[in-house]
Structures are given as C-alpha cells and as structure tokens.
C-alpha cells in the first residue's frame, strides 16, 4: 500500500499538480490538507474522475482536509469530537478494513505570544486525547498531514535561527513529540534516521528552494503493527519545481499489507 500527503495550500489552485500526481504515482491513498474550498466549490467530479473515492470538509478561504482512496473507506469521521473548542475543518477520519487514517492540519500558530501559538498547543493535547478515546496502540492507524512542526534540528534549515518560531519553538515540539508518545513512529526518520530532507520551503524566500533552506513539517507517522510494516519512503521534489506550485511538496510511504 502506498500512502501519501500533500498541503495543496489552495486545491483548486493545485488541481493539475495533484491530478498529474495521482497519474504518475497512482498512491492507494493521498491525504491532502489545506485545501482552502467551502463544500459546495470542492472539485469533486474532476478528482474523481481519477478513479479514486473522496472525502473532504472544508472552509472558504482557510484549512480544509480531503482523502483520495482506491477502496471506500467503511467509514468518514470529521473533527476532534470534543467539547472543548469548536471544531475547524482540520481533522479527517477515514476507517478501513484492517487499519485507519488520521489526515490533519495542525494550527500554525502564527508567533509564540499570540493566542493562536496556544491555541496549537492545545490542539495537540485535544489530538492526543481523541487518539487514546478511539484508539490503542496496538491498533494500525496511520497520522498523517502537516503538521507544523519540525521536530529536531536536522528538519529545518540554520535551526539556530528559528527557535523562537511557532514551528520549531521548544513547547510545539514536546506537544509534538508527547502526542506522539501515545503510540506513533515517524516513518521517514525509521529509514532515514540522519538524512536532511525537507517537504516545504518558504514562498516568501523566492531563492529558498534553490539553496535548500526548507522544513521537515509534513510527515507520515505509524503506530507499531503499521511502523514495522512500512517498506519505502519518500519526498517528491518535482511538484515543488512546478509552475504555480504549493509551498509544500508530496511526501509517501509504502507499507506491506
């Protein structure tokens, strides 16, 4: 099985790069996230003329999560199912026959004293509670998405300058690293334990992606029946290469199943 994701930043924007993608690639599931599209605009036909079953919720101008899958999930489940905040459109559930998918878009956070960066902080509390309502470890889920974090020096470029950032400040990464520790295994760093590979790069920094100054804050996490099964993983550069790309670029794993 191979699985991937993917930050469009705007779907409808990026809808030759995905389906180009799906082409090429032909992933058995893609999650993509900020997919920036209310409901009734979502390009549906055109995704699913792919071939491939779609989930989604979205919201207009901002966040938003879908699922591409070969095979129908038995079930789709949106959002953290407290009580706590209301619910933006970040979190999708998707339940298959012998595992489940978790596809999210963790808050950004905008800068550490604002209440945004608190708010992140305890959306990773909130995450980690709904995996221990739904889940055990020794379940097979996978935990997809973007997940703005990068969580140690080798994932973002002169870490030296960044700790202060809402993606790499020392709180974000032991929310990061203790909602983790409820069961999940970072995929890519299983293989590649002290490779630099970063899956996005700044568009504010027109040169960032020629000189490589990126992030490592997309990742494919597994719990232990899933971690041990997992055979490949990778990052495509080339659609970060494209015309009009998203600032994000496709990570993916393959899994033996």
């Not at 933006?88 to 978790?102: G, N, P, Q, T, Y």
């Not at 878009?105 to 550490?112: E, K, M, N, S, V």
């Not at 309502?133 to 990068?150: E, I």
Request: charged letters at 25%.
């Amino acid at each position: 099985m191979k699985i991937a994701t993917f930050n469009a930043n705007s779907l409808r924007k990026r809808i030759g790069i995905v389906l180009g993608w799906l082409t090429d690639h032909r992933p058995d599931i893609l999650c993509i996230q900020e997919t920036k599209v209310q409901d009734h605009e979502f390009p549906r036909e055109a995704l699913e003329a792919s071939g491939y079953y779609i989930a989604f919720r979205g919201m207009k101008s901002y966040n938003g999560v879908a699922l591409l899958s070969r095979e129908k999930p038995n079930q789709v489940l949106f959002g953290l199912d407290d009580s706590d905040e209301p619910d933006e459109a970040r979190l999708l559930r998707a339940d298959f026959k012998d595992f489940s998918v978790i596809n999210t878009y963790i808050p950004q956070g905008y800068l550490i004293d604002s209440p945004k960066y608190a708010y992140k902080l305890k959306w990773y509390s909130r995450l980690k509670k709904y995996f221990e309502r739904h889940f055990s470890p020794s379940d097979s889920v996978l935990w997809c998405g973007d997940m703005n974090v990068a969580p140690e020096h080798i994932d973002v470029h002169a870490p030296e300058k960044h700790l202060l950032h809402v993606c790499f400040h020392e709180d974000v990464k032991k929310a990061y690293a203790d909602t983790l520790s409820w069961g999940f295994s970072d995929i890519f760093r299983k293989h590649y334990p002290t490779k630099q590979q970063f899956t996005f790069w700044d568009y504010r920094y027109p040169s960032s992606l020629a000189a490589n100054k990126g992030w490592r804050i997309d990742h494919i996490l597994a719990t232990q029946p899933l971690a041990d099964r997992s055979q490949e993983v990778g990052v495509d550069i080339l659609p970060r290469m494209a015309s009009s790309p998203s600032d994000h670029t496709f990570l993916w794993a393959e899994f033996k199943l």
